[in-house]
């Protein structure tokens, strides 16, 4: 019997590390938005669809959040949030967000100022390949920001 038991748990501590690799991880992403902004509430689909775990929260002020993520007010948006560590800014793509968690640069965290046209959330339904050109910016840990991802326009 204590053949048997043995055999197994030794079975389970070698598969433990196959199942680990084989169910993809879901980043937690803790989403600060306002309950009345649509854009804001589409963003989190998005990220959802896009397999992230998210943690939305509805709060009156998304600038607190801003501040206590150091993302510099310059390039405020409508919605702020925090994924393992970086501040992610108004309408970010998911691809970039993963990049980003992939890469693990020395960085505040990512933003795209304002609220872009076509770019995720801000999806026109009439028109849903379409977009305006906009810059994903990597921010630095001094506030300089430089071009994570330049999305080019698309007129659909």
């Known amino acids: 019997m ?3 038991h043995f055999n197994l748990a030794a079975l389970a501590a070698l598969a433990l590390p ?4 084989a169910q993809p991880s879901r980043p937690r992403i803790e989403v ?3 309950a009345n902004c649509g854009c804001c509430s589409q963003w989190v689909t998005h990220l959802q669809a896009s397999g992230f775990d998210v943690a939305s929260s509805d709060v ?3 600038g607190v959040y801003r501040r206590r ?3 510099p007010e310059r390039l405020a948006s409508c ?3 925090q994924v393992a560590g970086y501040a992610i800014e108004g ?3 998911a691809a970039d967000i993963r990049r980003l968690l992939k890469d693990k640069p020395r960085a505040i965290g990512l933003a795209v100022a304002g609220m872009p046209a076509g770019s995720p959330g801000m999806e026109d339904p009439r028109n849903p390949k379409a977009r305006a050109a906009y810059d994903v910016l990597l921010v630095g840990k001094d506030g300089a920001t430089s071009v994570y991802h330049r999305y080019p326009a698309v007129t659909g």
């Open 91 to 93: 309408h970010v793509p």
């Open 2 to 4: 204590q053949r048997r």
């Open 18 to 21: 196959a199942l680990a690799h």
């Open 32 to 34: 600060y938005k306002d």
């Open 69 to 71: 993520f150091g993302m």
């Open 79 to 81: 919605h702020s949030a």
């Open 60 to 62: 009156d002020d998304t």
